[in-house]
């Protein structure tokens, strides 16, 4: 029953916490420096990126008054990433910023807040701001795969596995798809996602098997082609790795292999490889 009550506890003060910086998101973009300022105690503190330490709300709207007046139009993406809960009135936040200007470089940071609940109402303590640096985004990694787009099908005992390659809208991203074939039946087998990932700039896929499962996949160059750290689940809940590699034989022809094969535990036989042809 404690649990339950703590949990109760918990989620009361996570929506809490969520409408309150709902709400400071809205004033802020309003460039209302009054209301922003609001949402703190009156003792409250502001700790920004710089190591500058505002006390007091009335130092703290002064701040945002000064900053709204130099920076018309500033916008702010808010993201929490987590709200915990110590006792029944005291509650610390971390999450994530993007604050935008027109004509200006995003500025990227992390805050944490603690935030302290009076007569029924949820306010702000002190906030601490980080700077972080800005995420590189290496979309050209993802040029490397360029030789992948078109159709490739290897046959194996009568059945035709067909991939198709092609980049999505904008070059960000490749979507990959799998159909067999057998005579004249044709049926989907699944659909891949191929992009880089913002923060760890790793290159990786999402796969979607038409039967329901799923998986991620990390690639890794290695020596003329890639190597994939797959972790994912089967239609019917197994949990399943591998790792894929995938040679390139030249512009015309690649190799795929599936070794070091795992589900729920217990160690798979190495797939055969198979060699896929370009058809176009």
């Not at 290695?222 to 995938?246: F, H, K, M, Y």
Request: charge should be negative.
């Amino acid at each position: 029953m404690k649990k339950q009550q703590d949990h109760a506890l918990t989620s009361d003060a996570e929506q809490a916490i969520k409408k309150m910086e709902a709400a400071f998101q809205k004033a802020f973009e309003e460039g209302n420096a009054a209301k922003v300022a609001s949402f703190w105690a009156p003792e409250g503190e502001l700790i920004d990126s710089n190591g500058l330490r505002l006390a007091g709300r009335a130092e703290i709207q002064r701040a945002y008054t000064d900053y709204f007046t130099k920076n018309k139009g500033a916008k702010l993406q808010l993201s929490i990433d987590s709200v915990r809960q110590i006792g029944e009135n005291l509650a610390i936040e971390e999450g994530r910023t993007i604050v935008t200007t027109p004509g200006a470089v995003p500025d990227y940071g992390h805050y944490t807040a603690i935030h302290m609940e009076r007569d029924g109402k949820w306010q702000t303590v002190s906030v601490k701001e980080e700077f972080v640096k800005p995420p590189t985004v290496p979309q050209d990694k993802l040029m490397d795969l360029e030789w992948l787009i078109g159709t490739w099908a290897v046959e194996n005992e009568g059945v035709t596995l067909m991939t198709v390659y092609h980049w999505m809208p904008g070059k960000k991203f490749i979507q990959r798809t799998f159909t067999s074939k057998s005579g004249s039946k044709t049926q989907a087998v699944g659909m891949q996602i191929i992009g880089v990932d913002p923060l760890s700039e790793d290159i990786m896929s999402w796969t979607f098997n038409a039967d329901g499962g799923h998986a991620v996949g990390i690639w890794t160059p290695v020596p003329q082609g890639w190597a994939i750290e797959s972790r994912g689940v089967t239609a019917s809940g197994v949990l399943t790795s591998s790792n894929d590699i995938l040679t390139k034989i030249d512009e015309n022809g690649c190799r795929w292999q599936s070794v070091n094969r795992w589900a729920n535990g217990v160690e798979l036989p190495d797939a055969l490889e198979v060699v896929s042809k370009r058809q176009k």
